[in-house]
């Protein structure tokens, strides 16, 4: 069992930047790929980023290509996404979540066992 919690979000202008926090549970929590994933009022949840179990590859939205970076420290059970020149439309609430690290598909969120609450995202214009 993983429990996972978020943190570093809020309120944010154009342009500036915001590194949210994935804490994890579980001693297993290195053997486990992890994701974030957005949401934003009246749309589906999406892809951002994800990273493998040992942080030696990583996997990016193209919308968020070259403005974002996920990393993870495994001895602190945390993953990180650092973002860079947010714009509005990044607004939404983002979720990290893991799963046993197999390989394939890291950006369907279907795959995924766990996941956290929620950290709301709002970049202002």
């Known amino acids: 069992q993983v429990q996972l919690v978020e943190s570093g979000g809020g309120l944010v202008q154009a342009g500036g930047s915001l590194r949210l926090s994935c804490a994890a549970s579980?001693?297993?929590?290195?053997?486990?790929?992890v994701g974030w994933f957005r949401q934003a009022p009246g749309k589906e949840r999406e892809f951002v980023a994800a990273?493998?179990?040992?942080?030696?590859?990583?996997y990016y939205a193209d919308s968020v290509k070259g403005r974002f970076t996920i990393s993870r420290a495994n001895a602190k059970n945390t993953v990180y996404l650092q973002m860079n020149s947010l714009k509005p439309e990044d607004t939404a609430v983002y979720y990290c979540?893991?799963?046993?690290?197999?390989?394939?598909?890291?950006?369907?969120?279907?795959?995924?066992?766990?996941w956290g609450q929620g950290t709301q995202v709002t970049v202002s214009s």
């Open positions: 979540a893991a799963k046993r690290d197999y390989g394939g598909s890291y950006s369907y969120p279907w795959t995924y066992d766990y």
């Open positions: 579980g001693r297993t929590f290195s053997s486990y790929a």
């Open positions: 990273i493998s179990w040992s942080g030696g590859s990583t």
